[in-house]
């Protein structure tokens, strides 16, 4: 069950308003999966569409921070006819507690998240050992992780905090599958330059 009643401190109250507003009508009016899949950071929405297309059983949630973005992606699943999946407009740590009961996420994809890399941004990773507490609380054991970057600090700054983090552990890459995953936009873009990705696969104790 959504949580409409969770309520953060009043600076985020304040200067969240609007997308903590969209948040909790989406929650208000919609029953998500017991085991939700979940994508943080949806860009124009490319992989999520993809997955959709292939999994029409499966419903996906995305969250991206640019309005403008989620907005024109559920326009064309709309277009396309493509009811399994929807993107909130939304910082993804405000949303998870609103939205997401604990132990709900089965899945959590998050591909070529901004590296920030000036230190006093740094609490804006969505990886770090903060945020990945929220998320081992919302998802339920043996729920997997499935990340890419093409910044390879980046990933070692992830893959560090993530093999600190009691509650994840990694799986072999070789079990990664890299088939039938659809690509992102940025995946189409590295490929096109032949630059080299990293992948992260991790699953929840």
């Given amino acids: 069950m959504a949580d409409l009643n969770y309520r953060f401190d009043d600076i985020t109250e304040q200067y969240a ?21 979940m994508e943080i950071g949806s860009n124009k929405g490319q992989f999520l569409r993809g997955l ?36 909130l407009s939304a910082d993804a740590f405000h949303a998870l507690p609103i939205l997401v009961d604990d132990g709900q996420l089965k899945e959590l994809f998050v591909l070529y998240p901004d590296p920030w890399w000036k230190a006093r941004h740094r609490k804006r990773r969505v990886i770090q050992t903060s945020n990945l507490d929220m998320l081992a609380k919302k998802m339920s054991p043996g729920a997997k992780l499935w990340i890419r970057t093409d910044v ?4 070692n700054d992830m893959r ?32 096109k330059k032949s630059l080299p990705v990293q992948l992260l696969y991790y699953q929840r104790v």
């Avoid at 308003?17 to 899949?37: G, H, I």
């Avoid at 996906?60 to 396309?80: C, D, H, M, T, V």
């Avoid at 390879?152 to 990933?155: D, I, Q, S």
């Fill in 17 to 37: 308003s609007r997308p903590l507003a969209e948040v909790r009508e989406y929650a208000k009016n919609n029953t998500l999966s017991d085991q939700l899949s």
């Fill in 52 to 87: 959709a297309v292939e999994n029409p059983d499966t419903f996906y949630l995305g969250i991206e921070i640019r309005p403008k973005w989620a907005s024109q992606a559920n326009e064309s699943f709309e277009k396309e006819g493509i009811s399994n999946a929807h993107i």
């Fill in 152 to 155: 390879g600090p980046l990933a």
């Fill in 160 to 191: 560090a905090d993530l093999n600190a983090h009691p509650e994840f552990e990694p799986i072999p890459l070789k079990d990664y599958p890299l088939d039938p995953f659809p690509y992102s936009e940025r995946d189409t873009l590295t490929i």
